[in-house]
């Protein structure tokens, strides 16, 4: 009996978090889906702001985007309003998930954590905005430098409106948790996986896979490579300072501590 009264007291504290998070999600799903009614009601403008880049790289009264298929852009418009509701609705879903895991924390961890928390949209924002106001302009104008004549034909850009939101969402995406390094990295560091002094020791290696998920995540012109590699590359060496500065306050702190420890010793 005293078995099935302990298995009992703990399915309840079990059933409390279950409940509390369906709780959480549900709000979460609802404040979602209003964002996603909003921002399909504002559809029209948001392509707009999206498809502001491309027009600007156009020359002048040449740009347009076309649709080959009679539902394309009804699609474009959702994928746009669910893409912005998502990113309005962020930081009330990551306050729910905070919400949730914050009391099984020590004050300790809270305190630790909750810099992340924060950090990650603002560094999510900042690749994003590199994307859209620096490099798809660059990347834009590289493109259609291509148009032209080949054989006496002309050769004409006229990208679909699915293709180029597909396009800026890779932007986008791609720049925005390319920005998220420096979570990451101290992350790992602060759970132990990897050190500072083991991040220095292969800077080679980092220069290498920097330029490499440029490659990958950015289309093939050499300046939205770059673009993406220099500031990703700063934010690993930003990360290491970050790293060192937080080290020497720690070892400051600890030996402020064993001194007052050592004087309240002598004391007694």
């Not at 298995?7 to 999600?25: C, F, K, N, S």
């Not at 905005?129 to 080949?150: D, H, K, S």
Request: some cysteine; proline content about 6%; aromatic content about 12%.
């Amino acid at each position: 009996m005293g078995i099935l009264r302990d298995i009992d007291e703990t399915q309840a504290p079990l059933m409390e978090h279950l409940v509390e998070l369906r709780g959480r999600l549900l709000r979460s799903v609802l404040v979602l889906a209003i964002a996603f009614g909003v921002c399909f009601y504002f559809a029209d403008q948001i392509l707009a702001f999206l498809a502001r880049p491309l027009a600007e790289a156009f020359p002048p009264g040449q740009g347009r985007l076309v649709y080959t298929k009679l539902y394309e852009v009804f699609f474009v418009e959702l994928k746009v309003a669910l893409f912005a509701a998502f990113c309005v609705s962020f930081p009330f879903i990551a306050n729910q998930l905070w919400a949730f895991v914050a009391p099984g924390l020590y004050a300790r961890e809270k305190k630790a954590f909750l810099p992340f928390l924060l950090a990650t949209p603002l560094l999510f924002t900042a690749g994003a905005c590199l994307a859209y106001f620096v490099v798809m302009p660059t990347a834009f104008r590289f493109f259609l430098g291509f148009q032209g004549e080949a054989g006496g034909l002309p050769i004409e850009a006229l990208p679909s409106a699915g293709e180029y939101l597909s396009l800026v969402m890779q932007f986008i995406l791609a720049f925005g948790i390319s920005f998220l390094l420096p979570v990451l990295l101290l992350l790992l560091e602060r759970a132990g996986i990897v050190s500072r002094k083991s991040l220095s020791k292969i800077r080679r290696y980092v220069i290498v896979g920097v330029v490499g998920v440029a490659a990958v995540v950015t289309p093939p012109d050499p300046g939205s490579q770059l673009i993406l590699a220099a500031p990703l590359y700063l934010l690993f060496e930003g990360s290491l300072l970050l790293m060192l500065i937080l080290e020497r306050r720690e070892g400051s702190r600890d030996d402020k501590g064993e001194s007052e420890d050592r004087e309240a010793r002598e004391s007694t």
